[in-house]
């Protein structure tokens, strides 16, 4: 499974936002911003303080993608 940060990066257009406004408004580390930019797994509370900063739900900024035997469906 890995995830995929598109939906966060899009949200950010449409907020007129740069990723280092993301920095700022959520609290999170330069650290945490690069592993978003690698579609890396980062912590729970991260993705907290992002989408309180946003306003949104985890699902609006982050998708799981299921590829070969770790697929269920």
């Given at each position: 499974?890995?995830?995929?940060?598109?939906?966060?990066?899009?949200?950010?257009?449409?907020?007129?936002?740069?990723?280092?406004?993301?920095?700022?408004?959520?609290?999170?580390?330069?650290?945490?911003?690069?592993?978003?930019?690698?579609?890396?797994?980062?912590?729970?509370?991260?993705?907290?303080?992002?989408?309180?900063?946003?306003?949104?739900?985890?699902?609006?900024?982050?998708d799981f993608v299921?590829?070969?035997?770790?697929?269920?469906?």
């Amino acid at each position: 499974m890995a995830v995929q940060y598109t939906k966060l990066w899009k949200m950010l257009i449409d907020k007129k936002m740069k990723r280092t406004d993301l920095i700022v408004l959520a609290g999170i580390s330069a650290n945490i911003l690069a592993k978003l930019g690698k579609d890396e797994f980062v912590s729970m509370e991260s993705l907290e303080k992002i989408c309180k900063a946003l306003n949104c739900n985890i699902g609006d900024i982050v998708d799981f993608v299921f590829e070969g035997k770790d697929y269920q469906g």
